[in-house]
């Protein structure tokens, strides 16, 4: 009786894989240049698995007095303080690259708000709403494509020392907005609004459980103080669809 080599295979399997680049891979750490969260970067990504992926969020005034002197702070530039609380390491002090952790804090404010707080407590509210609108639209990206994407992995739940980091909740077990955002939306049925396209806004209901479900659900236009659209519909068990536009 002929049997194959799984070895063998696996190893072809592995080579092929690997002659595609590592974009044609299906898992992947979605990293990238931690640019705009809704950019093509992370909206076209092929991967069916990302094992890690973040967004830098930064600590609340309260806990940010804990471990930085009075006078460092503000501002964030040209201080040390900061730079050895966004790594891991002693080697912070000596080790300018990673200063850029501290510039993705305020480059993804930018992005989001056009302009930078010049002050912390507004600068931590900033940073931490486009955090939470981060996370939030990186786990919906993954939910709306199931079954082609099939897990998300965000970086990370807590922080292990006082820093500047992509945690949602920081070493004083202080929970950031993101812990909210995130709570909600790996809720286990999820109404989401997808990618608009050609003028329309697909609505995506997520349904992770194992039980089909009726969902009723209404859209409001907030500036208009409108109900767009109300309607119900069933949604089979471990299923997402679009259900309208």
């Given amino acids: 009786m002929w049997m194959m080599n799984p070895i063998k295979t696996m190893q072809n399997i592995d080579d092929e894989a690997y002659a595609l680049g590592a974009k044609n891979m299906s898992e992947d750490h979605l990293w990238g240049p931690r640019d705009y969260f809704r950019s093509n970067f992370y909206n076209t ?3 069916n698995f990302v094992s890690e992926i973040g967004y830098m969020g930064a600590v609340s005034p309260e806990s940010v007095k804990k471990f930085i002197s009075p006078e460092k702070i503000w501002p964030y530039n040209d201080n040390q303080e900061w730079l050895a609380h966004t790594v891991t390491s002693e080697r912070a002090l000596s080790d300018v690259p990673y200063l850029y952790r501290v510039n993705l804090m305020v480059k993804q404010i930018r992005e989001a708000f056009g302009i930078v707080p010049d002050n912390y407590r507004d600068f931590a509210l900033a940073s931490q709403i486009s955090q939470a609108e981060a996370k939030k639209h990186f786990i919906e990206l993954f939910r709306a494509q199931k079954w082609n994407k099939t897990g998300i992995m965000w970086w990370n739940l807590v922080d292990g020392w006082p820093q500047f980091s992509d945690a949602a909740v920081d070493c004083y077990f202080t929970k950031k907005l993101s812990y909210s955002y995130i709570k ?16 329309k806004l697909p609505v995506i209901i997520s349904n992770n459980s194992l039980e089909e479900v009726l969902v009723d659900y209404k859209i409001t236009d907030l500036k208009l103080n409108k109900t767009v659209k109300h309607w119900h519909t069933v949604v089979a068990a471990n299923e997402s669809r679009n259900v309208d536009s």
Wanted: aromatic share 6%; glycine share 10%.
């Fill in 45 to 47: 990504a092929t991967c």
């Fill in 184 to 199: 909600t939306a790996q809720l286990p049925v999820l109404v989401m609004c997808g990618t608009p396209s050609g003028w």
